[in-house]
């Protein structure tokens, strides 16, 4: 039962145009979402987290929108640069299951130059 | 604040050994958890302490596994009498959960095993 999905494995952009990486989630109870960035060889990497409370959180070129009606959420990268190339996993967690996070599968960004 | 560290970052073993891994959370944060990440998917959970006390565990963590954090410090993770299906990526994360706190769970650089 995969609660959270990240439907796109790879997404690709030009340098300085947007980046719009977008995750479904099924499980109601959800109260929290997070997003991380990995490289290769390197543990996750927080980058911008919203609570099920607010609708937006932004964070410099970071943006994350969620819609709980539709139990979707996304995340803008705005503008994108060849350094965002990683892969981003979307997360989730309830406060009563000790926050423990529940991942997609993740999406390879890459922004080419 | 140096950051949740992992030793090793990569071990090799044989089918039917036991491994250890260590875990160093950030040095405040009261919360520390494992997952394991295999190829291609996202980290999946497998279990949590609060302090020195082990409050979850995930049907992931059979018999084979077992988890400490003695004084609420450090953790360690064992896994007896390995399997080629352990081979994975094994990541530590901590977090600071309090009143005022939010949820933001941060990972160390994981410890990659392989069985063969």
């Known amino acids: 039962d995969q609660q959270v999905k990240q439907n796109s494995p790879s997404l690709s952009v030009q340098e300085g145009r947007i980046s719009i990486l977008n995750c479904d989630y099924t499980?109601?109870?959800?109260?929290?979402f997070l997003w991380y960035k990995k490289y290769p060889a390197e543990g996750p990497t927080f980058l911008i987290s919203?609570?099920?409370?607010?609708d937006k959180n932004e964070d410099g070129r970071f943006t994350v929108f969620l819609n709980k009606s539709a139990k979707h959420l996304s995340l803008h990268i705005v503008p994108s640069q060849p350094g965002d190339s990683a892969v981003y996993f979307c997360?989730?967690?309830?406060?009563?299951?000790?926050?423990?996070?529940?991942f997609g599968e993740g999406t390879q960004l890459t922004v080419n130059p | 604040d140096t950051g949740v560290s992992q030793d090793p970052r990569h071990k090799i073993t044989k089918r039917g050994q036991n491994v250890t891994f260590r875990c160093d959370p950030i040095?405040?944060?009261?919360?520390l958890y494992w997952y394991r990440q295999t190829l291609g998917q996202g980290p999946e959970f497998l279990t949590y302490?609060?302090?020195?006390?082990?409050?979850?565990k995930s049907r992931l963590l059979s018999d084979r596994f077992s988890a400490e954090r003695p004084k609420g410090s450090f953790s360690t993770l064992e896994i007896q009498r390995t399997e080629q299906g352990d081979s994975a990526m094994y990541l530590c994360?901590?977090?600071?959960?309090?009143?005022?706190?939010?949820?933001?769970?941060?990972f160390g650089p994981g410890t990659r095993l392989t069985v063969t």
């Open positions: 994360a901590s977090s600071l959960v309090g009143l005022s706190s939010s949820y933001e769970q941060y």
């Open positions: 499980n109601s109870m959800f109260d929290y």
């Open positions: 919203i609570s099920s409370i607010k």
């Open positions: 997360a989730a967690s309830e406060e009563t299951s000790g926050s423990r996070l529940t």
């Open positions: 040095s405040e944060h009261n919360r």
């Open positions: 302490f609060q302090n020195e006390a082990q409050l979850e």
